[in-house]
């Protein structure tokens, strides 16, 4: 019997696009919002920013007409020490030869969780997925069951926690989530200790986890950890770090490692795997084996995916932590942000707009550009105008994620690019507005109500 062929598949629409007009169109008519990933579409950038990247080795990505831009977006953070790196890749096509998917458990499985388990030697147990996401609302589950409370403590200055309703619920593109979802969500502030224990104090006996990032571009202040640590011990409540950005970038063993503050529950992914699609929900051991078949509790469902152990990317995550361990990537990582932050802000000096375009952070690895109006306040128009500049002159920089590869050359041209995106902001700056100055829209915030 002959396979019939479904003729209503028009195989035409399935060649590569020719132009960008006709990538956009077709990836906003196949996806909403024409990208897997809000911080990755149109809305985000300049008008004449590529449509999209079709490769990239290193420091570089190139777009659909052959050119090349020096990528400071890797990935959403997550491709620290470069696109397209033989070793890593190797590793992982190895592991695809053998079969990627299983239903028993692999030798890989293990062997990799035994490796991220020497990383972190205060947490007994992991259990790996494919998105944070995923990793902190099992967190969650985890210590609800546990503390048998529902409320969860959540850091409101940071800018993304999970795309589950327990977050996204307290945004204010929280259409589809119930009031009943968002209500159990409570906030406090980053380096604001009173505002932690005023959490504490506003719900006695029911706060289950207190979840937030160690640090982002700022330390924490003196305290505030130890602080949320010891109101967390006095409550009987869990601590949840969210290292999924911070976890290998900051330090192997985790940003938390240089604070000396210890969570209970930790969450990592971005740079564990160079790319691919991993992360992992570490904790106590005594915590983690609720959600294991050695006790008499209830049973928690913990982590439970079908794509989690991926043989491939397992096998990356294996390749990278090797890699992390024989190269100073962190160390690279460090110097190449330190060398953006000091040509943001000797540029801006040379341009006189020091009070308006940084990219200041107490971390070399995580630079924060930030680009003011006139009036001083963070702008989206005037964030624009610089995008817009620097991806004139071949570079991307949706956000600074330095990465290993990152080399001289690619340095360079950014710095160049700065100081010429700086002189035109000057010129914005002296005519009072922006608006003659960009070929678009201003770019829009992710979170907000309405397109
Ligand atoms: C700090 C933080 N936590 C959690 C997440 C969610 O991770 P994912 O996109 O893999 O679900 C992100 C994603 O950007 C993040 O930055």
């Not at 494919?130 to 069951?145: C, E, P, V, W």
């Not at 380096?191 to 207190?210: K, L, Q, T, Y």
Request: proline share 6%; aromatic share 8%; charged share 25%.
């Amino acid at each position: 019997m002959s396979t019939r062929i479904d003729r209503t598949v028009d195989v035409r629409r399935l060649t590569a696009p020719r132009d960008d007009e006709e990538f956009r169109r077709r990836a906003h008519d196949a996806i909403p919002g024409g990208a897997h990933t809000y911080s990755r579409g149109d809305d985000q950038l300049p008008i004449d920013a590529p449509s999209c990247f079709t490769r990239g080795k290193g420091g570089r990505c190139w777009d659909l007409h052959g050119r090349d831009f020096v990528d400071w977006g890797m990935g959403i953070n997550n491709v620290l020490i470069g696109h397209a790196e033989d070793e890593i890749d190797e590793a992982a096509i190895a592991a695809i030869r053998n079969g990627v998917a299983f239903s028993r458990p692999t030798p890989l499985e293990v062997e990799a969780a035994e490796k991220l388990l020497c990383l972190f030697p205060g947490m007994g147990m992991v259990k790996f997925g494919k998105n944070g996401s995923d990793a902190n609302t099992a967190a969650i589950r985890l210590a609800r069951a546990i503390t048998g409370r529902d409320l969860i403590a959540y850091d409101a200055s940071a800018p993304f926690l999970s795309i589950h309703d327990w977050f996204i619920g307290t945004t204010v593109v929280n259409a589809g989530v119930p009031d009943a979802i968002s209500s159990l969500s409570v906030p406090f502030t980053f380096n604001d200790p009173a505002s932690v224990e005023a959490a504490f104090a506003r719900h006695p006996g029911r706060i289950a986890v207190v979840v937030l990032e160690v640090c982002r571009d700022r330390k924490p202040a003196a305290g505030f950890l130890e602080t949320v640590r010891r109101l967390c011990d006095e409550h009987g409540t869990l601590l949840l770090f969210d290292e999924i950005i911070t976890g290998f970038r900051y330090a192997l063993h985790g940003a938390h490692s240089l604070f000396n503050v210890a969570p209970d529950l930790m969450s990592v992914g971005k740079a564990m795997a160079n790319g691919y699609a991993l992360t992992a929900l570490l904790g106590r051991r005594d915590y983690m084996e609720r959600g294991g078949l050695r006790h008499h509790e209830p049973r928690v469902f913990l982590l439970s995916t079908t794509n989690g152990p991926e043989q491939s990317a397992l096998a990356a995550m294996i390749a990278t932590v090797q890699f992390y361990c024989e190269h100073d990537v962190i160390g690279r990582l460090a110097s190449t942000g330190q060398r953006l932050i000091n040509g943001f802000a000797s540029a801006a000096r040379r341009h006189g707009v020091d009070r308006f375009v940084s990219a200041d952070s107490e971390f070399g690895c995580r630079p924060a550009p930030v680009f003011r109006s006139p009036d001083g306040q963070p702008s989206m128009a005037w964030r624009t105008l610089f995008l817009q500049e620097t991806l004139r002159r071949g570079v991307f920089l949706p956000w600074l994620c330095p990465c290993y590869r990152h080399d001289m050359a690619d340095i360079d041209r950014t710095l160049d690019a700065i100081d010429a995106a700086c002189a035109v902001y000057a010129k914005a700056m002296d005519a009072g507005s922006v608006e003659r100055f960009l070929g678009g829209p201003p770019v829009k915030p992710v979170f907000r109500k309405w397109n």
